[in-house]
């Protein structure tokens, strides 16, 4: 099983104890996690020697970047305020992932105290510097310590602490490194004398010293607006500066985040422009398509490259999966395409068509033994090891230990915080990967007072949400079902028997679309129903906002409020 480092575990323990915490009494117990995804879109056979599904990697895994050192390959996405921060991965083919950490581990690297949970750490970029051996990863941190990098030799051995750029001001940085070892910084910022109209962007360039770890120059802006300025296009973002037969491409993200979204290339003889735009951009779209084609992606784009050692181009982007016009639960996916070129210019997919599910690659290595990241599949987690799968993450940097794993079980400190706050709560949550999924847990927790809860989480943000699990309403043991959407609905309430109080507790909600049922068992066989069917769509972006996808946990507290 694939662990979260054990550093993290021995820092909050010290942290702990050196700042004097005293040990709370009251603790929930999960015996087991299970999840298991059944999404229609994938209930189909291919050939996993040459076939593979998009998306590579499922859920909340959006801003994908991509680099090559040999003949294998990482890869990062955004994880907002979550933590541990940037999740990594690698693969030999470009399909099978396995990952292998998170960049940010240590609280030295992630402060995100205090943030809304779509802030935070955005669009990672990673680079390999094949002329020093260092591999780097450029990021922002939106509303705290702004754009920084963090370099390492080996990404499976942890990550220097962030070197920080306060020359670059705006967002979505990467790094390029030039044939003559000459390294440049590109961001996406407000433009050069300030815009001509809402929503333009600018693509600046900076010179970087890899040697000294500095900006040594002023920056240049190399694309104003976009590729047509005469239409006033908005959000040009994500830079990435790639060099091919004498040409240094600069691709793009364009259009905003939402159903507009695309991806834009231009050229360059010179690494400082001009840059010449495609005549036929964007080279990656869906926003022309109808809108009742059959297994629908939408909002694709935020893309970049990467050769493999044969010469050939692929490229990786973001996607969305919704169940109704624009609606999705799940996120912002990560996509694999090849690039095709044509007359010295790169295309992702031609104009009109649609981004397929199921698609071929060559020469691939599926391994049974690693966790699948796409597809229909089963997640369990039984606690029985030493340390946390990599999935498990906590929302915003834990600052105490509030969780141990001993004797087959997660144990979680109830502690005065609440998922309603921009704190960190007593909560491990994993992402919800599916539109149809189900997942359980059996729980063993004894309220004191009505402030007391403990259960499972369905969690888009502080003010969209749903809580449901074990707690006390007027001294009676209860369950409940809340369902928040900027203000806070009781589903149901349901007395326990007083001689069920003292058993195990089995939870179980099952997603259907933006349908939520929640229901449970003493004994982990027969099922009741508490809510069924209860509406979920405040769990979607285009309602909730932000830019991740629903998270699922085990969560506690000692704040807990019905009203």
């Known amino acids: 099983m694939r662990k979260i480092l054990c550093i993290i575990c021995v820092n909050l323990f010290m942290g702990l104890f050196s700042t004097g915490q005293t040990t709370y009494e009251s603790k929930a117990r999960f015996e087991y996690f299970r999840y298991s995804g059944n999404d229609q879109l994938f209930k189909r056979e291919i050939d996993h020697n040459r076939q593979y599904f998009n998306p590579i990697?499922?859920?909340?895994?959006?801003?994908?970047?991509?680099?090559?050192?040999?003949?294998?390959?990482?890869?990062?996405?955004?994880s907002f305020t979550m933590y541990p921060g940037v999740p990594?991965?690698?693969?030999?083919?470009?399909?099978?992932?396995?990952?292998i950490g998170h960049v940010l581990d240590r609280p030295s690297q992630l402060n995100v105290d205090g943030l809304q949970i779509s802030q935070g750490i955005f669009a990672p970029a990673i680079e390999y510097n094949p002329l020093n051996d260092t591999f780097y990863m450029i990021t922002t941190s939106a509303y705290g310590i702004g754009n920084?990098?963090?370099?390492?030799?080996?990404?499976e051995k942890g990550w220097s602490d962030p070197i920080r750029l306060p020359q670059v001001r705006g967002i979505d940085p990467s790094i390029f490194?030039?044939?003559?070892?000459?390294?440049?910084?590109?961001?996406?910022?407000?433009?050069?004398?300030?815009?001509?109209?809402?929503?333009q962007r600018g693509i600046h360039l900076h010179p970087f010293d890899v040697e000294s770890d500095r900006i040594t120059g002023e920056p240049k802006e190399i694309v104003r607006g976009g590729w047509k300025p005469e239409t006033k296009p908005i959000w040009l973002e994500a830079p990435h500066i790639f060099k091919l037969n004498g040409y240094y491409y600069l691709i793009c993200a364009e259009g905003g985040t939402g159903l507009n979204h695309s991806e834009v290339v231009f050229r360059s003889k010179d690494v400082w422009g001009p840059y010449v735009p495609y005549n036929?951009?964007?080279?990656?779209?869906?926003?022309?398509?109808?809108?009742?084609?059959?297994?629908?992606?939408?909002?694709?784009?935020?893309?970049?490259?990467?050769?493999?050692?044969?010469?050939?181009?692929?490229?990786?982007?973001?996607?969305?999966?919704?169940?109704?016009?624009?609606?999705?639960?799940?996120?912002?996916?990560?996509?694999?395409?090849?690039?095709?070129?044509?007359d010295g210019w790169p295309i992702v997919l031609p104009a009109e068509k649609q981004i397929p599910i199921v698609a071929e690659k060559s020469d691939l290595h599926p391994d049974q033994s690693m966790a699948k990241v796409t597809g229909n599949f089963e997640f369990l987690d039984e606690f029985d090891a030493r340390d946390l799968d990599f999935t498990w993450m906590f929302i915003r940097t834990p600052r105490e230990n509030f969780y141990s794993i001993s004797n087959g079980g997660l144990e979680l400190v109830s502690r005065e915080v609440n998922l309603e706050e921009?704190?960190?709560?007593?909560?491990?949550?994993?992402?919800?990967?599916?539109?149809?999924?189900?997942?359980?847990?059996?729980?063993r927790f004894q309220p004191i007072e009505e402030s007391d809860f403990a259960g499972l989480t369905i969690f888009q943000n502080e003010?969209?949400?749903?809580?449901?699990?074990?707690?006390?309403?007027?001294?009676k043991v209860s369950l409940i079902v809340n369902r928040i959407e900027r203000g806070k609905v009781n589903l149901v309430t349901h007395e326990m028997k007083s001689g069920d109080i003292d058993r195990p507790l089995y939870l179980k909600?099952?997603?259907?679309?933006p349908k939520y049922s929640f229901g449970y068992s003493l004994d982990g066989k027969n099922w009741i129903t508490l809510v069924e069917k209860a509406d979920g769509t405040n769990l979607s972006t285009r309602k909730a906002g932000g830019f991740i996808g629903a998270l699922i946990g085990l969560y506690t507290t000692s704040s807990f409020s019905m009203d």
């Open 57 to 78: 990697l499922a859920g909340f895994y959006p801003d994908p970047s991509i680099c090559r050192k040999g003949d294998t390959y990482y890869l990062v996405t955004s």
């Open 88 to 99: 990594i991965f690698k693969s030999n083919d470009l399909v099978n992932w396995n990952q």
């Open 148 to 155: 920084f990098y963090v370099k390492t030799k080996d990404p």
């Open 177 to 199: 490194i030039d044939e003559d070892g000459m390294g440049y910084i590109l961001e996406c910022a407000e433009p050069m004398g300030g815009a001509d109209y809402q929503g």
């Open 280 to 342: 036929n951009n964007p080279i990656l779209t869906q926003r022309d398509l109808p809108e009742d084609r059959p297994n629908k992606i939408t909002t694709a784009g935020h893309a970049d490259f990467v050769q493999t050692p044969d010469g050939d181009w692929w490229a990786v982007f973001l996607g969305v999966r919704p169940y109704a016009f624009d609606m999705t639960n799940t996120g912002r996916d990560t996509y694999l395409l090849p690039v095709e070129w044509k």
């Open 422 to 443: 921009r704190k960190n709560p007593s909560a491990l949550v994993r992402r919800q990967q599916h539109t149809t999924f189900e997942t359980e847990t059996c729980l």
């Open 463 to 475: 003010e969209f949400h749903f809580v449901f699990g074990k707690t006390m309403i007027n001294g």
């Open 509 to 513: 909600v099952s997603g259907d679309g």
